[in-house]
Every structure is written in structure tokens, then in C-alpha cells.
């Protein structure tokens, strides 16, 4: 099992950039991949990058929220964090993020396939 715990959100300003960080507790961490979703007030919440436990990377570039190169993910594995780098912050991009574990290395962007879950941290980015 795996405990989650996100840190770093706040409040920045529009082109800003942020890194919020995913502390896991547990034992074999580098067994179990690790997502970053987020979910905007009266939106679903939504895919933004995975990464397994090698280093494998899985990030979303399919609309113009998620152009290539504005978010980045990574870990460490020693210390049990995994990383979500954000740059060029827009106000969309405000929401709560957090970050989800599945065991296995398979990356996958369906919230459904996660089975543990921080509690979130706010990121709001004003204009």
C-alpha cells in the first residue's frame, strides 16, 4: 500500500512556474507508477502526466492546455518523490492537482486505473 502527499501549490502569476512534489510512504515505491491529474472547480478531473517507476514518461500534449514542453514529470525513487514541473502558467491551468499511484509499470491516463490518491494541492495562477 502506498500513502500520497502532495505539496507545492499556490498562487503564482500568469507565466510563472511552479514544481509540485508527491511524497510516498510505503514499501517498494519503485514498483508502482505515478500520475498527476487535476481538477478544476465544476470540471472533471483530468489527466496531465505519468511516470513508472524507471523513469518512464507518459506526458499529455493533446489540446492546447497541454502544449509540449509546459509540463514535466520526474522521480526519485530514493526519496520517494515524484516531481510535476509547470511552466508558462496560464489561469487555466488553476485547479487542484494530485498525484495517484498504480502498482506496475504500465502508464496509463485513466483516473479509474489508480488506486491510491493524495489529497490534492491548489495551484492558482492568476492574469
Known amino acids: 500500500q502506498v500513502q500520497l502527499v502532495e505539496s507545492g501549490g499556490e498562487l503564482v502569476q500568469a507565466g510563472g512556474s511552479l514544481r509540485l512534489s508527491c511524497a510516498a510512504s510505503?514499501?517498494?515505491?519503485?514498483?508502482?507508477?505515478v500520475g498527476w491529474f487535476r481538477q478544476a472547480p465544476g470540471k472533471e478531473r483530468e489527466f496531465v502526466a505519468a511516470?513508472?517507476?524507471?523513469?518512464?514518461?507518459?506526458?499529455?500534449?493533446d489540446s492546447a492546455d497541454f502544449v509540449q514542453g509546459r509540463f514535466t514529470i520526474s522521480r526519485d525513487n530514493a526519496r520517494k518523490n515524484v516531481y510535476l514541473e509547470m511552466n508558462s502558467l496560464r489561469p487555466e491551468d488553476t485547479a487542484v492537482y494530485y498525484c495517484?499511484?498504480?502498482?506496475?509499470?504500465?502508464?496509463?491516463?485513466?483516473?479509474?486505473?489508480?488506486?491510491?490518491w493524495g489529497q490534492g494541492t491548489q495551484v492558482t495562477v492568476s492574469s
Open positions: 495517484a499511484a498504480r502498482y506496475g509499470s504500465d502508464l496509463s491516463g485513466e483516473k479509474n486505473e489508480y488506486d491510491y
Open positions: 510505503g514499501r517498494a515505491f519503485s514498483t508502482y507508477a
Open positions: 511516470i513508472s517507476g524507471g523513469g518512464l514518461t507518459y506526458v499529455r500534449t
